[in-house]
């Protein structure tokens, strides 16, 4: 949820408690007043009528407004009001009213006088005070809606050109990041702090780049000499049988630990993002060359190969680490395929699927994929060819799922779209 509509949901609720508790208030402070002046103006009516009869002068009685009894016994020492309920003989239909009955002595006789005024109920001007509310409510959120709309067109169009530059920050780019001043103090203090923190990182990332590659080169380079040395040792006349022995297992050592030197050091650079992603690649011309570089060893195996798709498939990326990827693949189901036995590629727009025949597996399939990991623990593998698959397609933003049913071992690629 972004911060804007969080911000206006907050507004909308608190909008409409306030809303409803003003208008609550609103209806008992209308009801009270309105009560207060019905009262008042019957004590005036029933004063006016009193000073009259004092004076001898004669009242007209009108029902239910205005009711006079004589001789009372009743006495009150003070005016009883309260709203009542009487039938209108006319419209048949019972009227609400606000009634005072006053006990006044005149002219030595006691006088009962019983004044009633209509007044409005309340679900007459509730109704209107809803409304009102309502279109208040629709009014304060109409404008809190426009003004968000501009403090995002504005004050915050510099926040988000610069998470549009952070998504788009390389640490292949030399330029490093560059961010935009709101002259907003919070977003100043954040744009510091991202400039601090990309710059270690870039920092920090080229003395590993640097470490990498420099402790490669050194490791590589002894290892070369070593090598060729060996190969020369290997290469003398008269040389006993278990000497030769002993320099040929410390020459495939060698062999060996060139190759997992080269493999880490191709999978750092992957995982440090150091290609360059941007190009289109065709997938089928990719495939003919791996298979053309295939072709002797599976004359020899005695592998048919069965290409599903012929539709055109193209990605971006790297075109290197796709072949690699795609030359890993084939080369594991070449590799662990049995003598006659079958491959199967097919693909989609969203997806790649490598398929071949071989032996069932007695560990997880997916457990494969991580570094060093072997089905037969006294294979000479290294254990990283599927590794390097799994980070080639991370870097890209794919997905790879390892499955096998039976004797069929199944590789799918699948393409974030």
């Known amino acids: 949820m972004k911060l804007l509509e969080k911000t206006n949901r ?11 508790v003003v208008g609550a208030l609103l209806y008992l402070t209308l009801t009270s007043l309105i009560q207060a002046e019905l009262s008042e103006s019957l004590l005036h009516q029933v004063d006016r009528i009193s000073a009259k009869m004092e004076q001898g002068q004669d009242v007209a ?13 009743l006495v009150l020492t003070e005016p009883q009001f309260q709203n009542v309920m009487i039938l209108d003989e006319i419209t ?3 009227e609400p009213y606000r009634e005072v009955v006053v006990i006044n002595i005149i002219a030595g006789v006691s006088y009962r006088i019983t004044a009633r005024q209509i007044r409005i109920e309340a679900s007459e001007y509730l109704g209107s005070i809803g409304i009102a509310l309502l279109l208040a409510m629709v009014v304060l959120l109409a404008g809190l809606y426009y003004l968000n709309q501009r403090v995002s067109q504005s004050i915050w169009r510099p926040f988000y050109d610069n998470l549009d530059a952070l998504k788009s920050f390389s640490l292949q780019n030399e330029r490093g990041i560059e961010l935009q001043d709101s002259g907003i103090s919070e977003f100043t203090e954040l744009n510091r702090s991202i400039m601090e923190l990309s710059n270690r990182v870039r920092s920090d990332f080229k003395l590993l780049k640097s470490f990498t590659e420099n402790a490669s080169h050194e490791i590589q380079t002894p290892l070369s000499i070593i090598q060729v ?52 690649v065709v997938i089928p011309a990719i495939l003919e060359r791996v298979f053309e ?5 599976m004359l020899a195996k005695g592998l048919s190969v069965d290409v599903v798709s012929t539709s055109p498939l193209s990605l971006r990326g790297n075109v290197f680490l796709i072949e690699s990827l795609l030359s890993n693949l084939i080369g594991n189901a070449i590799k662990h395929n049995r003598e006659g036995g079958l491959i199967q ?7 790649i699927t490598i398929a071949n025949s071989g032996v069932p597996l007695s560990v997880d399939p997916m ?10 623990q006294t294979s000479p593998s290294l254990g990283l060819g599927l590794a390097i698959s799994k980070s080639i397609c991370e870097v890209h933003n794919w997905d790879m799922k390892y499955t096998t049913e039976n004797d069929v071992h199944s590789i799918r690629i699948g393409f974030r779209l």
Do not use: C
């Open 10 to 20: 907050m507004y909308l609720a608190l909008t409409a408690t306030l809303l409803f």
């Open 61 to 73: 009685t009108s029902a239910p407004e205005l009711e006079i009894e004589a001789g009372v016994s």
């Open 92 to 94: 048949n239909e019972l």
């Open 229 to 280: 040395k060996l190969e020369e040792a290997l290469q003398l006349p008269d040389l006993p049988e278990h000497h030769a022995q002993l320099l040929n297992e410390a020459f495939s050592s060698t062999q060996r630990l060139s190759r997992l030197n080269r493999s880490l050091l191709f999978l750092t650079k992957i995982e440090n993002q150091q290609f360059d992603l941007s190009p289109l």
């Open 293 to 297: 570089q295939y072709e002797d060893v």
């Open 345 to 351: 590629i097919s693909w989609s727009d969203a997806d």
């Open 367 to 376: 457990s494969l994929v991580e570094r060093f990991a072997k089905a037969d």
